[in-house]
């Protein structure tokens, strides 16, 4: 399994960026589609962005399309979402997760390793 750790979240004006990173301090994530998902309080765990394995087809949800650019490099074992132009409604805990399939799911059920999320909160 891969151990999945993400950083990088915080507190940021709405307009601004951040950039989180997941690593894996476990088996290599090269074979894996990874995904981010965010949870905010009384809400479910919502798809964010995915890729696959070897970075060649990404997706995204609808709300972060165009704002949002989810990139991996392999060689660093790390996943990174480059966020900008945030809004107070991408407030959440933002999760890394990885699966052994090639192509990425948006389906939080598609992901057997989690990470443990980081807190993003965008104030107006």
């Known amino acids: 399994q891969v151990q999945l750790v993400e950083s990088g979240g915080g507190l940021v004006q709405a307009g601004g960026s951040l950039r989180l990173s997941c690593a894996s301090s476990?088996?290599?994530?090269?074979?894996?589609?990874m995904g981010w998902f965010r949870q905010s309080p009384g809400k479910e765990r919502e798809f964010v962005a995915g890729i696959s394995w070897y970075g060649g087809r990404t997706g995204y949800a609808d709300s972060v399309k165009g704002r949002f650019t989810i990139s991996r490099d392999n060689t660093k074992n790390t996943v990174t979402l480059q966020m900008n132009s945030l809004q107070p409604e991408d407030t959440a805990v933002y999760y890394c997760?990885?699966?052994?399939?090639?192509?990425?799911?948006?389906?939080?059920?598609?992901?057997?390793?989690w990470g443990q999320g980081t807190q993003v909160t965008v104030s107006s």
């Open positions: 476990g088996r290599a994530i090269s074979n894996y589609a």
């Open positions: 997760a990885a699966q052994t399939l090639r192509n990425f799911c948006s389906s939080s059920d598609c992901y057997d390793n």
